[in-house]
């Protein structure tokens, strides 16, 4: 059985920081891709970063320079650094397991069926 556990998320002030962390059990992590999507309220569930099993690098324009993901295959973990934090960030943060492509220079994230169960991430101003 797939399982993905999430889990750091919190409230933090404008500028804070906070790292998230995804566990996952039941399938060959080194094997699959990992991304970090977010969904705030009243909007559609988006990619903020994806990592391949090479760990190339996948980030939405919106957190580029700000957010780090990463992974640690002898764990079995995924992480998102997330640095410089605004308001804007205040979203319940999932992860997934994937596919991470580049075709022609373009490097695409494909989700699976296999979530998390989120962890709420909020930001006060």
């Known amino acids: 059985q797939v399982q993905l556990v999430e889990s750091g998320g919190g409230l933090v002030q404008t500028g804070g920081s906070l790292r998230l962390s995804c566990v996952v059990s039941?399938?060959?992590?080194?094997?699959?891709?990992i991304g970090w999507y977010r969904q705030a309220p009243g909007k559609q569930r988006e990619l903020v970063a994806g990592?391949?099993?090479?760990?190339?690098?996948k980030y939405a324009d919106s957190i580029k320079d700000r957010f780090t993901i990463s992974r640690d295959n002898a764990k079995n973990t995924a992480y998102l650094q997330m640095n410089s934090l605004k308001p804007e960030d205040t979203a319940v943060y999932y992860c997934?397991?994937?596919?991470?492509?580049?075709?022609?220079?373009?490097?695409?994230?494909?989700?699976?069926?296999?979530w998390g169960q989120g962890t709420q991430v909020t930001v006060s101003s």
């Open positions: 990592i391949s099993r090479a760990a190339v690098t």
């Open positions: 997934n397991l994937g596919s991470l492509r580049t075709y022609y220079g373009t490097t695409s994230y494909e989700a699976s069926d296999y």
């Open positions: 039941g399938i060959t992590f080194s094997g699959r891709a």
